[in-house]
Each structure stands twice: as C-alpha cells, then as structure tokens.
C-alpha cells in the first residue's frame, strides 16, 4: 500500500466514502488539458442531504498535470456523518465566470474512535427497534387509544413485520458488500459438489 500522504500518491478522482476526521486528498488529471490551472481554478462545494446551511468547499491546487485537492483532518473532523451532494466548479480566472462541470456525492461515515458513537447503519438501527417493539407487542396489543383529544395509531403486526424484513434485507445487503469489498465471500454462494 502506497503512503497516502504523500501527494504523489493521491488516487484519481473523488472519494466516494470518507470517515469524519480522517485526512483527505485526491487529484484531478483530467482537468488540465481543457481547464489549465494558469488561467483557471477548480473547487468542489458540498452540502448535506439532511439540510442545513453548512457548505463544504475543497479549493483544488493547480499544476501542469492535475488539480490537487486536500482536506486536512481537522477540517474533516466538522464534517456531519451522512450523504453529501457536491458540485465541481471551475472558474474562468480572467473573466471571473464559473461553470459546474460535474456533480456526484460521497458519504461521511463516523469515527469509531470517537466516544459515543454508534457505527450501526440507519437500516440496523430500524431494525434493531423494529424487533424491540415486536418483542414486546405481545405485552401490549392495543392498536390505537385516545388521550385528551389526541389519538395514537401503532402499526399492526403484519405492518412490523413486512418493515423487519425489508430492513433486515437492507442489513444483509450492506454485510455482503462489505465482505465482498473486504475480499471475502459473500455468503449467498451455494458450493455443489458432484460425486
């Protein structure tokens, strides 16, 4: 494995998924020939999906073969776990005029090193809830009731349970990508043998 911090070593193109507060870099080659950074700039701004107005923008810095981004880790470190859009702007330096040229998204993952943080995907936390409240709904199989003018409508068990195995099979999905990208088997081949 190469020393990614090294610039040198910088992989091509953007990240899909990075860990909040890790140290980020990454080149752009293909830039140069139509952009070149003597009378251009590139940026890439990003906003997460949940809202907010916090915008992350990436300054690129120029040289003859590519556009070279860095994030360090401390700035890295505000980035809020979840989905983020971004946009690849470049900009004409004598005019001032910018164009989008790209546009894609990656997603900030939490660091585990970080008390308190709880690594379980959105699908594992649902799922995890969803088998806490079947666990207990033979306890409490009311519907729905009124208090004060106000009225609760739970799900019904049928309802819980198309929602346990939709997200029970999100779960699954996301083991196997993982250990498909870890190398390993994904756990859905089935191995015959003949004799």
Do not use: C
């Amino acid at each position: 494995m190469a020393n990614l911090f090294d610039s040198a070593n910088a992989p091509e193109g953007e990240p899909l998924e990075i860990v909040v507060g890790d140290f980020l870099q990454w080149k752009r080659s293909d830039l140069v020939s139509d952009y070149p950074s003597a009378t251009h700039s590139a940026e890439y701004v990003a906003r997460v999906t949940q809202g907010g107005s916090s915008e992350i923008k990436i300054v690129g810095v120029g040289s003859a073969d590519y556009y070279l981004f860095t994030v360090s880790s401390s700035d890295s470190a505000n980035f809020d776990a979840g989905f983020y859009h971004w946009q690849l702007e470049v900009t004409e330096t004598s005019s001032g005029n910018r164009i989008v040229v790209q546009r894609g998204e990656f997603k900030a993952v939490v660091d585990l090193d970080v008390n308190g943080t709880d690594p379980r995907t959105h699908s594992e936390v649902m799922l995890d809830k969803i088998e806490t409240i079947l666990e207990g709904k033979a306890d409490s199989d009311v519907s729905n009731y009124s208090i004060a003018g106000r009225s609760l409508t739970k799900m019904t068990f049928d309802e819980l349970m198309v929602a346990r195995d939709r997200y029970r099979q999100e779960v699954l999905a996301y083991r196997r990508k993982l250990r498909i990208e870890s190398g390993k088997a994904s756990g859905t081949t089935v191995k015959v043998r003949f004799s």
